[in-house]
């Protein structure tokens, strides 16, 4: 990345290969004026922390809407709490998937472009963000085993996260669960860019084609390999910060904490501009 972007957007770089820091004011990211360079930085560097800009949910809004098309959730809000604690968000049980590696979007042939986090309480103990860069795990691979894995195709469920985290569930939430669906996508997604990147991470049931066994032990080396500490940032936050990461060449999860502390983080989401395949 050039240095005269880095100056225009007072960044720095928090490790050397994930991960930056932006310190423009409130009012110039409002505005719109980079946004065009921090998309840039963002699909380079995989995630963009803000310290303590304090940015309102209609500032979030605004801010995200500089960026690309805001994405709405689900029940069509503009914004979703992010928390365990189920009497701020009755649907929190479906986040305990979160404290595990993940992309969002895996049940969805066009995944999101971005998330954007704004942290509004925090956790006494535990809590981080973090995040590894895909693409630059995918880089560094030994050229013969990239040959061995282009091509190949995974199959990505949401109720292969429920296993993470509840061992032994009711055939009820098993079904509830299964009924999200399931999808086939590429073990190494070929970005239009030219880029390429990983897929992996909790939803990652199978890799087609190979035994139960050899699929497994596959998934498990890809990520712990992806999840080394020179491909991951891991951010502490503060009361006021917003992070935003590239949700096409990252996975990302969050560090055990309480679910009774009351942690709060708001997001929004930008759409999503290219499928997996």
């Known amino acids: 990345m050039t ?17 930056s820091e932006i310190r423009l004011s409130k009012e110039v990211l409002l505005s719109g004026k980079y946004a065009a360079d921090l998309r840039e930085l963002l699909e380079r560097r995989g995630v963009l922390a803000f310290p303590l800009v304090k940015f309102s949910d209609d500032e979030q809004v605004q801010f995200t809407n500089t960026l690309g098309k805001l994405a709405p959730e689900m029940a069509g809000e503009l914004l979703y709490k992010v928390t365990l604690d189920m009497k701020a968000n009755s649907k929190a049980d479906y986040l305990k998937g979160s404290l595990y590696w993940h992309i969002d979007g895996t049940m969805n042939k066009v995944p999101i472009l971005a998330s954007m986090l704004s942290s509004k309480v925090l956790s006494p103990t535990g809590g981080n963000t973090e995040f590894c860069n895909t693409y630059a795990a995918w880089d560094q691979l030994p050229e013969e085993e990239k040959q061995k894995l282009e091509g190949l195709r995974v199959v990505h469920s949401a109720w292969a996260t429920l296993f993470y985290y509840d061992p032994e569930p009711s055939l009820a939430k098993t079904k509830e669960m299964m009924s999200i669906g399931e999808q086939e996508l590429p073990l190494v997604w070929k970005h239009r860019s030219g880029r390429k990147s990983l897929v992996l991470g909790a939803t990652a049931h199978h890799v087609i084609g190979l035994s139960a066994r050899e699929s497994t032990a596959m998934l498990v080396r890809l990520r712990e390999w992806s999840t080394q500490p020179q491909f991951t940032y891991s951010h502490k936050w503060s009361v006021g910060d917003t992070v935003i990461w590239d949700n096409t060449g990252t996975m990302h999860r969050a560090t055990p904490y309480d679910p009774a502390c009351g942690r709060m983080l708001h997001r929004t989401k930008l759409q999503g501009e290219e499928s997996f395949e």
Request: net charge neutral.
């Open 3 to 19: 240095t005269s972007i880095h100056e225009k957007l007072k960044a720095t770089d928090c490790t050397p290969l994930i991960g």
